[in-house]
Structures are given as C-alpha cells and as structure tokens.
C-alpha cells in the first residue's frame, strides 16, 4: 500500500492540460539541470527511489520462489511496471504530473536487488545460528527456515 501511494498519488483529479505534453527522460543517468539547481532535492529522489524496492527484493522470497538468476529480471520488471503506471495515468489523466524517467528504473531495479542481497546475508546468517545452535523451528519460524533453505 505504501509503494502505490507513493507510485500512484497524489493523483491529479478534474485538471486536464490543453497543452498536455509527456515528461519522459530515456537518458539513462540524465538527470537533467536538476543537481544545478537543486541538488539537495534530486539527490533525495535517487535514494528513495532505492529505498522504495528494498523491501520487495528482501520479501519477495517469502512470496513466491525465486531463483536467484531470475533475479534481476524481477528487479528490472518492477521498475518498469512502475513507470508504466505512471505513464498511463498520465495518458488517461491528459497531465504530465508525474515524469517517466529511466533513472527510476535503474534505480527501483538496485533497491529490489539490494534488498534481495540483504535477505541473503539475513538467510545465511539465520541458517547458520539456527544449525549452529540445534534451534528448532516451529511457527513462523519454521517457514522462514523453509524460506532460506530453499534459496541457498
């Protein structure tokens, strides 16, 4: 709920632009006269467009199983679906309120596989406590020792 808060809305109601034009950037790093003017602002940008994926790339092996070859082209696929949206909203709406940009792509890609790294580390590191110690696992527990299991 918080991703699509934050891909989605605020979401312009009732203003149509005349002069609709779309704001989309296929520069990959491009980012623009952004950092001449205001750095501080674009730099905020790039890492919350990180740290919006982390915690998919890091739950995702909850969820479905995913080999870790296939990985990268989940992370890509999540990137992508994001800025779709917001190219149809912005389609459907006739208001370039929201920008496409390749650079969030690049940039949701590296929050999912960064994410996705810390869940490993997490996995090796809970495996290897648990064997370690001889932990037995019931509950929750023992789904999230499955979990690891089958990703190592």
């Not at 580390?121 to 023992?142: D, P, Q, S």
Request: some cysteine; proline content about 5%; glycine content about 6%.
């Amino acid at each position: 709920m918080g991703v699509i808060s934050v891909v989605v809305f605020p979401f312009p109601v009732g203003y149509s632009n005349p002069e609709f034009r779309l704001n989309i950037n296929f520069i990959p790093f491009s980012f623009g006269s952004c950092f001449d003017y205001l750095p501080e602002i674009c730099l905020r940008t790039i890492y919350e467009n990180i740290l919006l994926t982390i915690p998919f790339g890091f739950g995702i092996s909850f969820i479905a199983r995913i080999k870790p070859q296939n990985i990268i082209w989940l992370a890509v696929a999540v990137g992508l679906t994001f800025e779709i949206i917001q190219l149809l909203i912005s389609l459907i709406v006739r208001n370039s309120f929201r920008s496409v940009d390749i650079n969030d792509v690049i940039l949701n890609t590296i929050g999912v596989l960064v994410g996705y790294a810390v869940f490993r580390v997490f996995g090796w590191l809970y495996f290897a406590i648990t064997e370690k110690f001889e932990i037995r696992h019931k509950n929750v527990f023992a789904y999230v020792y499955d979990v690891v299991c089958h990703t190592n």
